[in-house]
């Protein structure tokens, strides 16, 4: 499974080069990017840095005109957080516009999506995103109280959306459409190994933003290892992970 992290640091940036990291970008951070590496560029919303559709596609038609354009593997459509028709009516022209600049387009799994109700035809990577919620009465938080919550009204424990069982089958059809498949705020060893045994091609982070020099050895510790279904565990609750 490939990690896109954000080019922090030079041993960061020389990992990238050297083919064991790929590299994320988005509006906001505006990085360079980094020569002979895999790139995918991201919205920004769920950070609330987007710029608007005519900036974002501004941003991307630059990118799409520097050298290597092949080596993005996606870029990301506007989407809503927490809700799948309101990403699928937001992000529904932007697909088209992203491939017309030349680029993959990515479409954002978002809470409620179902393998029966994506418009394969229309991206060419999955981002699977969403926020925890529950699972038996469907509860899912507002988005500004994600970091409080962890269990619905009725009491129950809240479970991450992109591990579960929609997600899960969401990845399985994509696989078998040959759709690339990314998994978003992956940040532990539990979440990387949980996403590998998903079936997920890629996964992006923070983790090493935040002590690129300290992190990296374990985060490619973690990437190398193999994802063994008796020892990995989907998480319930992980708080930014």
């Not at 990690?3 to 922090?8: G, L, M, R």
């Not at 980094?34 to 501004?58: F, K, Q, T, V």
């Not at 354009?69 to 506007?78: G, K, S, T």
């Amino acid at each position: 499974m490939r990690y896109f992290a954000t080019a922090s640091g030079p041993r960061v940036r020389e990992a990238m080069r050297a083919g064991l990291l790929d590299q994320i970008t988005t509006p906001a951070s505006r990085n360079r990017l980094e020569p002979g590496a895999a790139w995918c560029a991201d919205n920004g919303i769920y950070s609330g840095a987007y710029p608007g559709d005519r900036s974002y596609l501004r941003w991307l038609a630059g990118l799409a005109r520097l050298p290597g354009p092949h080596r993005c593997r996606f870029a990301v459509a506007p989407d809503v957080v927490a809700d799948h028709h309101a990403t699928l009516l937001r992000s529904w022209a932007m697909l088209r516009r992203i491939r017309w600049i030349g680029l993959p387009a990515a479409l954002c799994a978002q809470n409620g999506a179902q393998p029966d109700d994506l418009p394969w035809d229309y991206f060419d990577a999955v981002f699977l995103a969403g926020v925890a919620e529950c699972t038996p009465c469907r509860y899912v938080p507002d988005p500004a109280d994600l970091l409080e919550a962890q269990t619905c009204p009725a009491g129950h424990q809240l479970a991450e959306w992109k591990t579960g069982p929609a997600a899960a089958a969401i990845t399985a059809e994509a696989k078998a459409r040959g759709v690339w498949v990314h998994m978003g705020r992956v940040n532990t060893r539990a979440r990387i190994l949980a996403a590998k045994r998903m079936g997920c091609d890629s996964a992006d982070g923070t983790f090493l933003a935040y002590g690129p020099d300290q992190n990296l050895p374990s985060l490619l510790a973690w990437l190398s290892e193999p994802a063994v279904p008796s020892t990995v565990q989907l998480e319930l609750f992980p708080p930014t992970s």
